[in-house]
């Protein structure tokens, strides 16, 4: 019993985490202030009260509709804080409750408001990537395990060139594409590369492209949609990192091992 207190205590902080991240989620974008005025609610525009915004909880009391006006109350508020929650509890059982974990923990948060902010936007902030590559550099010079070797540090010279790689080559990729690649994508994968090293570029990249692809084939079979639809690749990307983050070195040893 006493091994499962840490990971709820770590749910729950990673709960409420997610209900700032959700601000963050509808600000951003809108270039308005994350720090005030307090949540309210969208269509009635009436401060939430503590008691209505628990995360996860209150979505469920309310039945997914706001108190005053009985507005609906989007799915995505509640899913934010649920995945924030979940990827916490599974930083800290891989990465331990300390500085990797920290970081690993605040990585997770960056990815989930950039995957949620390009699906709607078609936009990655410099807000969240700029100090994303200055903590990468940082941390991951000094501080933070190579995703390919757990027992060894990233190293400067590898956090450099993660920097490098990461952001040299989307951006190879937009001048090729003539523009089919933002230069948001640039940045947060040399936020990416920076924190974990080209190894983890080339393997995001790699499970993003693969992702990316299924979801356009199924976009094309079942909807019609043509090859020139424009999807936003951010969530893929984050969705491969985050596979990285957790699994790189298996995926790596499986790969060369078969």
Not at 23 to 52: A, E, F, G, T, W
């Amino acid at each position: 019993m006493q091994n499962i207190i840490p990971y709820i205590i770590f749910f729950i902080f990673g709960s409420a985490i997610g209900s700032f991240l959700n601000v963050c989620i509808y600000r951003l974008p809108r270039n308005l202030s994350i720090i005030s005025p307090s949540s309210r609610c969208p269509s009635c525009n009436i401060p939430i009260k503590p008691y209505d915004n628990i995360p996860i909880l209150s979505y469920i009391f309310l039945g997914g509709r706001c108190r005053v006006c009985k507005a609906g109350i989007s799915l995505i508020y509640p899913l934010v804080e649920s995945l924030n929650a979940l990827l916490y509890v599974l930083v800290l059982w891989r990465f331990g409750l300390g500085l990797q974990g920290i970081v690993f923990s605040i990585f997770c948060s960056a990815l989930i408001v950039i995957t949620f902010i390009d699906l709607d936007f078609q936009i990655i902030p410099d807000r969240i990537t700029l100090p994303g590559i200055l903590i990468g550099l940082v941390t991951g010079s000094f501080l933070m395990p190579d995703p390919f070797m757990r027992h060894s540090l990233l190293g400067i010279k590898a956090s450099i060139i993660g920097f490098l790689v990461g952001g040299g080559l989307f951006y190879a990729i937009a001048v090729l594409s003539r523009g089919g690649m933002g230069g948001g994508d640039i940045k947060m994968m040399a936020m990416v590369g920076s924190l974990m090293g080209w190894k983890s570029v080339l393997l995001t990249t790699f499970l993003g492209s693969i992702s990316g692809a299924v979801l356009g084939i199924f976009l094309m079979i079942a909807k019609g949609k043509g090859r020139k639809t424009k999807i936003p690749f951010g969530p893929f990307l984050a969705l491969g990192a985050l596979i990285t983050l957790f699994y790189g070195q298996e995926i790596l040893y499986w790969y060369f091992d078969r």
